[in-house]
């Protein structure tokens, strides 16, 4: 009997983040799959990464360069571009989807469509309110608001109506698994995206050499970063913010004199980092968090806000500080707490092993197989 033949389906692939890390892994699983994406506009970082890999785009990539990632505010051209692509050929479709890349069809009734998800559509769902508050297109808030807004009803019915007609899903977190049940009547696995943990493993450092905090993610709204440079400059703890997005200049003008910016980090500038840390602040509610893993391989605890996927990986006293209350206060007294604590770096290592990217591969593997 031959080998089904697999497809992976991501949502877009432009810079190196979490869901890039999992599509790549994924990837590294079913090496001879092509991946499929709505558009592939990848920043110098992702293109080093992808540049051996087959990869195939949706109509949406013949738009005008300027407006590719302006398809973005119109996410009903993501489900008709996703809807369009003819996946006939194979017999296992994976979707790797946070947005639109499970609206993909199947077009036999022996294919199977296994959705690896990040969450249920944050911006339908779960985080509606927030992102009518800020979407974060800066000069464009205003008609992706209203945009939102009115199509909000048409939106959350063709990505219902999608996640029916998937086969399997897998979650990336216990947050997200109870998200796919309250939002979409499934039920999933869970397994947890991957780390290459050996990157961050050879950059720890000694406690006696480690100094100040890091805060690392794209500067948008809902990662909360304003928290962490708040919060350190209140206390005068140095921080280096690793990082770019729509928030930075204002994280730039509220930032006192002890807080560092990188805006252009490299895998290897962002594991010396973490290595040489006293602790990583992660203020985000996120659906996983990968980066929380990435400092604990380095030997570095987390200040973590308690809810979506830090649960699964920072214990209150193991592998860092949790805080409750998503505000700087807060955060603040999780900064003291941590000052006053001491976290054995082989300790955080070992908790990042449960998180490596062989047991993640392994696992894919296997639910591939015994759905085939």
């Known amino acids: 009997m ?45 293109k080093e990464h992808f540049k051996d890999i087959n990869i195939h785009t949706t109509w949406l990539q013949k738009l005008p360069k300027p407006l590719r990632k302006f398809h973005k505010l119109v996410p009903m051209l993501r489900v008709k571009a996703f809807r369009d692509l003819d996946l006939s050929e194979f017999d296992i479709i994976i979707s790797s989807s946070s947005a639109e890349s499970k609206q993909v069809r199947k077009t036999r009734d022996d294919q199977v469509h296994i959705s690896y998800c990040h969450t249920p559509i944050r911006y339908y769902w779960s985080h509606k309110k927030q992102y009518l508050r800020d979407p974060g297109f800066g000069l464009l808030n205003w008609p992706a608001r209203i945009g939102l807004t009115l199509l909000l009803p048409s939106l959350r019915k063709a990505d219902y109506s999608a996640s029916q007609e998937v086969d399997l899903f897998i979650a ?32 720890a450092q000694p406690l006696e050499k480690r100094a100040g905090y890091v805060a690392l993610g794209r500067q948008v709204p809902y990662k909360k970063i304003d928290l962490a440079v708040e919060a350190c400059t209140v206390l005068g703890y140095p921080l280096t913010v690793l990082g770019n997005g729509s928030e930075h200049e204002r994280l730039v003008k509220m930032a006192g004199p002890n807080i560092d910016f990188v805006t252009r980090p490299t895998d290897a500038e962002v594991a010396k980092y973490m290595g040489k840390t006293k602790g990583f602040i992660f203020p985000a509610e996120e659906d996983f968090g990968i980066v929380q893993v990435e400092a604990l391989a380095a030997g570095t605890p987390v200040i973590a806000y308690g809810k979506g996927g830090s649960q699964d990986i920072i214990d209150n006293g193991k592998g860092g500080v949790t805080f409750r209350t998503q505000n700087s206060v807060s955060l603040q007294k999780a900064l003291l707490e941590a000052e006053n604590s001491t976290f054995k770096p ?27």
């Open 172 to 203: 990336n977190s216990t947050a997200v698994q109870k998200r796919i049940k309250k939002y979409y009547d499934r039920n999933s696995t869970i397994v947890h995206p991957p780390i290459d943990a050996e990157r961050f493993t050879k950059a």
């Open 346 to 372: 082989d300790d955080l290592q070992r908790i990042a092993k449960r998180f490596h990217k062989t047991l993640f591969i392994s696992k894919v593997k296997k639910i591939v197989r015994d759905n085939s």
């Open 2 to 46: 031959s080998a089904p033949k697999i497809v992976i389906v991501t949502d877009w692939i432009t810079d190196m983040g979490g869901q890039a890390r999992v599509d790549l892994a994924l990837h590294e699983a079913f090496p001879t799959a092509p991946i499929y994406a709505s558009v592939y506009e990848p920043d110098e970082f992702a």
